[in-house]
């Protein structure tokens, strides 16, 4: 069982940064793909950025892509979302989220694919 606690939300103004950790416990994230998503009031579920076991690839949504850079550190267990340029419409409750064991270097996009989940942190960006 892996258990994720996000950290790092908060209130900033648009055109901030802040960076998101997602610290892992009970197993290695180390052989997982670690996934970031968003849900915003009233929306779905989307997703954010993912990124490859050994950090050595991610992928992005086109809305965050040059914005926000997703990383990981597998010594610490952790994983990490950097956000610059804030606009209000990032406001959500950002989430971060493992696979099972997995052993290509692969990303996932898709929120089905994860086994484990964060309990969520909230990001509000003011106009």
């Known amino acids: 069982q892996v258990q994720l606690v996000e950290s790092g939300g908060g209130l900033v103004q648009a055109g901030g940064s802040l960076r998101l950790s997602c610290a892992a416990s009970g197993r290695t994230l180390s052989n997982r793909v670690m996934g970031w998503f968003r849900q915003a009031p009233g929306k779905e579920r989307e997703f954010v950025a993912t990124?490859?076991?050994?950090?050595?690839?991610?992928y992005y949504a086109d809305s965050v892509k040059g914005r926000f850079t997703c990383s990981r550190d597998n010594a610490k267990n952790t994983a990490y979302l950097q956000m610059n340029s804030l606009k209000p419409e990032d406001t959500a409750v950002y989430y971060c989220a493992a696979s099972r064991i997995v052993y290509g270097a692969s990303t996932i996009d898709s929120e089905v694919k994860y086994a484990y989940w964060g309990q969520g942190t909230q990001v509000t960006v003011s106009s």
């Open positions: 990124i490859t076991r050994s950090g050595g690839n991610t």
